[in-house]
């Protein structure tokens, strides 16, 4: 536990800094983190009867949009790292915006869509995790963990009210309607909000002029780092196996989470659950997240994050078992959701808080960047996944029980990190 930590220096964090977690929630809520994966589930039925597609080929969807992410990750990581995250994100909520407007204007075919979605996820990547977690990390230190949970909380209220909302307008109108009603949310809610209060650090810090006093006065070194070492360069990085345990960790786990959140709902439909019911299920997730988001961002402040992500990543793998046996009927399905929920909050968390104590703030943006890129490459393979072995099994029981393995591994895997590193300029 950090004891350097204070209530005082706590306070004065967030009295600086308020309005960017508030701004980056809201981003986070209306962005490519979030939209995809807790809406694609209530569209691949509507979508495998309109067009005949498998639901591995809707799931196909997302895997575009993982790809697409790939390759702009990166990129946009150095951007924000030289040139700022304003612009940035405003380009990105507005052709975010677009490309899923495009969506529910296609007709066909089945590519149409992979296209539209990976062009999507490369111009909308700005509304990441990658650029809103750059800023927290930027104007929080001791109270970290706590405000990256608060943004990233964001989320969870998507995945709260997503599903029901998608479920409600495709049942109203139909799934191009609710392509619409997505699209309308970054364009309606974020763009607004971030093109009038969303500034670069530098411009923030003439409006507040104490800001680097109160910074370099809250810095502090955590008890549980021994290591001392200066920021690395990428190529450094690159070489450390921190970072590769990092990327293997969290692409194990992302995989099974992503496979389950996305399942959820044709999981739950299978077993004759109404598809309102399911969503209203697979909505419990989205409660659970912002639980799991501000959860882990209180423990990491105070604990060695490897041991808290052990013991809330290892949860799902409880769910994988329950939705492949059944046990417990609607009462299991709703705990199964809670658990997922927990671990899918606490992932992003994870991953920037341990991005910025083993590697600094320096080179965050692209370091951050490939650790995501990585992780949206296991829950674009998650999705298809889950959906092919359904194809080819007729249920989804084998995928659930190796989920459950994969979990626990990806886990254990973190523990390997060792003590926090004192990283200097």
Request: glycine content about 10%.
């Amino acid at each position: 536990m950090t004891t350097s930590m204070t209530s005082s220096d706590s306070y004065s964090e967030f009295k600086r800094g308020w309005y960017i977690v508030l701004i980056s929630a809201l981003g986070l809520a209306c962005g490519l983190g979030a939209i995809p994966i807790y809406s694609l589930g209530v569209f691949t039925k509507p979508l495998g009867d309109s067009f005949g597609w498998s639901r591995a080929e809707v799931q196909g969807i997302y895997t575009w949009m993982t790809i697409g992410n790939l390759i702009a990750a990166p990129v946009v990581g150095w951007l924000i790292d030289n040139k700022g995250v304003r612009q940035v994100t405003l380009v990105s909520i507005l052709g975010m915006s677009l490309g899923f407007a495009a969506l529910g204007l296609l007709t066909g075919p089945l590519w149409s869509f992979y296209v539209i979605a990976f062009f999507t996820a490369i111009i909308g990547v700005g509304t990441t995790p990658i650029t809103y977690t750059r800023l927290i990390i930027d104007w929080f230190d001791v109270s970290r963990g706590k405000a990256l949970g608060i943004t990233l909380a964001g989320t969870g209220v998507t995945a709260t009210f997503l599903p029901s909302y998608a479920s409600w307008l495709i049942e109203t109108y139909d799934w191009r309607i609710a392509y619409l009603g997505l699209a309308a949310l970054p364009a309606l809610l974020a763009f607004p909000v971030s093109y009038l209060f969303l500034h670069d650090r530098e411009k923030i810090e003439k409006a507040q002029s104490e800001t680097k006093t109160d910074r370099t006065k809250t810095k502090k070194v955590p008890e549980n780092s021994h290591e001392i070492m200066k920021e690395p360069i990428f190529r450094e990085v690159l070489k450390d196996y921190k970072f590769w345990a990092m990327n293997i960790s969290f692409m194990l786990v992302g995989v099974c989470i992503a496979g389950c959140i996305s399942h959820l709902v044709p999981m739950l439909t299978d077993r004759n659950v109404a598809p309102r019911e399911a969503a209203q299920i697979a909505g419990t997730i989205g409660v659970s997240v912002i639980v799991g988001r501000l959860g882990t961002g209180y423990l990491i402040d105070r604990f060695w994050a490897p041991g808290v992500a052990l013991c809330i990543l290892t949860l799902p793998a409880i769910s994988c078992l329950i939705l492949a046996s059944g046990y417990g009927g609607i009462d299991g399905a709703v705990f199964a959701a809670i658990l997922i929920g927990l671990a899918a909050g606490a992932e992003f968390d994870l991953m920037s808080f341990l991005v910025s104590k083993y590697f600094g703030q320096k080179k965050y943006g692209i370091i951050y960047s490939c650790l995501y890129a990585a992780f949206k490459i296991s829950a674009g393979i998650g999705a298809p996944l889950f959906g092919y072995s359904f194809d080819v099994t007729g249920s989804y029981d084998i995928i659930l029980y190796a989920a459950s393995i994969s979990l626990i591994l990806g886990s254990l895997i973190l523990l390997t990190l060792g003590p926090y590193r004192n990283i200097y300029k």
